[in-house]
């Protein structure tokens, strides 16, 4: 069997993307990661090439985070090089706001366990359920308590996190 990886490609890379996004937190790098997964796709032809996708592409973000924590430990991050535009830029308090909810948001997802968290992503990408147990190795029958129990552990963390957001605030 071939697969048409065009067609695949057409059909899922906005999904892939917004996947990665979700995992490293910055859209031009969830991009090069969702080329990579493309590149390596190239020389295989698995039975479902979504799933397979984004199995590849999940481990590729893990790798990828494992490799930040590595650059943390050795180097010194600079801030402040931000070179915006005044007349493009959103209002502070606008950017400070989207911000805040957007960290909120990363730490609660955060906070969950590797597989809570790579399930919600994946059922968030657009996967079905038994793709969703192909990428991870779980059973079709376990997806879907997996994910009640996810997104209720995401709500809880959420809620948690800006309880004391607001105390601290």
């Known amino acids: 069997m071939t697969v048409n990886w065009e067609e695949v490609y057409r059909r899922d890379y906005g999904d892939l993307v917004r996947f990665l996004h979700r995992m490293v937190w910055d859209v031009d790098r969830a991009r090069d990661l969702a ?15 979504r799933a397979w996708l984004f199995r590849v592409a999940g481990n590729l973000a893990k790798d990828e985070a494992r490799m930040v924590i590595r650059r943390r430990e050795h180097l010194v991050l600079l801030k402040g090089d931000a070179d915006a535009n005044p007349k493009s830029a959103p ?71 800006e309880k004391r957001h607001v105390a601290r605030g």
Do not use: C, M
């Not at 080329?35 to 090439?49: G, I, K, M, V």
């Not at 969950?112 to 657009?126: H, Y």
């Open 35 to 49: 080329q990579e997964t493309f590149a390596r796709a190239l020389a295989h032809t698995p039975d479902n090439p």
């Open 91 to 161: 209002a502070p308090d606008e950017e400070l706001d989207r911000r805040e909810r957007s960290d909120l948001l990363r730490e609660a997802l955060d906070s969950l366990s590797e597989r809570d968290r790579e399930v919600l992503l994946l059922w968030n990408a657009g996967l079905d359920y038994s793709e969703i147990a192909h990428t991870t190795g779980l059973a079709v029958g376990a997806i879907g308590t997996t994910l009640a129990r996810a997104r209720k552990r995401l709500v809880n963390a959420h809620e948690d996190l």
